[in-house]
Nanobody, 120 residues
Framework: QVQLVESGGGLVQTGGSLRLSCAAS????????VNWYRQPPGKERELVAS????????SYAESVKGRFTISRDDAKNAVYLQMNSLKPEDTAVYYC?????????????WGQGTQVTVSS
């Protein structure tokens, strides 16, 4: 059974830190690129961070660059998002997704999301 399960969200004060985890099962995780998205209240979903299948290539949204770090541990079928220096504008539901192209067709899996709330 294919699953992506996020965890680690919660309530934190401005300037605090959280570490989000995404646990995968039921598919060839190591062959997929993994992304973290977030959706703030009343706004569209936005891409926060990405990591390639090798783990060597990463990218970040300008709004989180220097504060967030994405990493993966394929032996554990897991991806992490370390979030430091959190701001109220980081408040959102955070989702992980795994995706790849297979014979020119896109394949993607999504988790249910985890709530991150940053208070002042």
């Amino acid at each position: 059974q294919v699953q992506l399960v996020e965890s680690g969200g919660g309530l934190v004060q401005t300037g605090g830190s959280l570490r989000l985890s995404c646990a995968a099962s039921g598919f060839a995780f190591s062959t997929y690129a993994v992304n973290w998205y977030r959706q703030p209240p009343g706004k569209e979903r936005e891409l926060v961070a990405s990591i390639g299948g090798t783990g060597a290539s990463t990218s970040y949204a300008e709004s989180v660059k220097g504060r967030f770090t994405i990493s993966r541990d394929d032996a554990k079928n897991a991806v992490y998002l370390q979030m430091n220096s959190l701001k109220p504008e980081d408040t959102a539901v955070y989702y992980c997704n795994a995706e790849r192209l297979w014979k020119f067709l896109p394949q993607a899996y999504w988790g249910q999301g985890t709530q991150v709330t940053v208070s002042s």
